[in-house]
């Protein structure tokens, strides 16, 4: 049950993210078409020179025509700029896209490694792998390598098979399945005693790879800072 809650709440924050990144592209979308709208015509002072071309009849005399000329140039100049304003506006909108939806996907990527830290914590270990190797009689825990006897080995893969069948076992199930015989024929009591002997063959190791180093022809020491240690 944990674990399919863990990942439809993974799923949930994912359409969560792309909801929110979708929205943010929707209203930055919606503030370039109004931007766009808004800006002037970029043939708008041309048009206003023609116009005056058309409703100024008086306007015959060589100064009257040569600024009105110098008026539709200066009109052209003003349609370029406009024009190159647009393709920086866009540009300039669409870093602004990135950008957001960027800091977004890194504002996420925090959020989900400081609970994945905190449940570290909590846990004190998150398995993210496990690699069962009978040839070599050893089980891969994330990065850490541990031997393990036959008798933990046969019952470390008995637990991995029923869980990713997604089922539970009893002690005397777990003999049964070991041993080869009917589950009702056996003790409970010989599961569980497996079950200790793995538990205390894989806590001893980690223990030792984790918290307790073996320095060679030094001596024993504890692997972790000595600023978190607290003695009350």
Do not use: H, W
């Amino acid at each position: 049950m944990t674990t399919t809650s863990a990942t439809e709440s993974r799923e949930i924050g994912n359409r969560t993210v792309v909801t929110g990144i979708a929205a943010i592209v929707a209203i930055l979308l919606v503030a370039a078409v109004l931007l766009f709208i808004n800006l002037p015509d970029a043939n708008a002072f041309d048009a206003r020179v023609e116009q005056l071309f058309v409703e100024n009849d008086t306007l015959t005399g060589n100064a009257e025509i040569k600024l009105l000329e110098i008026l539709a140039q200066s009109g052209t100049a003003f349609s370029d700029t406009l024009s190159s304003y647009r393709f920086v506006i866009f540009v300039l909108l669409v870093f602004a896209t990135a950008l957001l939806i960027a800091a977004i996907a890194f504002l996420v990527m925090l959020i989900a490694m400081n609970r994945r830290l905190s449940r570290i914590e909590r846990q004190g270990i998150e398995v993210n792998s496990l690699t069962i190797s009978r040839d070599q009689k050893a089980v891969y825990l994330n990065d850490f390598e541990f031997k393990l006897t036959d008798a933990a080995m046969e019952t470390l893969s008995v637990l991995a098979e029923a869980r990713m069948d997604d089922e539970m076992m009893t002690g005397a199930e777990i003999e049964g399945v070991i041993s080869g015989r009917n589950a009702a024929d056996c003790d409970e009591a010989a599961g569980a005693t497996r079950i200790k002997r793995l538990r205390d063959t894989l806590g001893n190791q980690m223990v030792s790879e984790l918290l307790v180093k073996n320095v060679a022809r030094k001596g024993y020491v504890l692997a972790i800072d000595k600023d978190v240690i607290k003695m009350v």
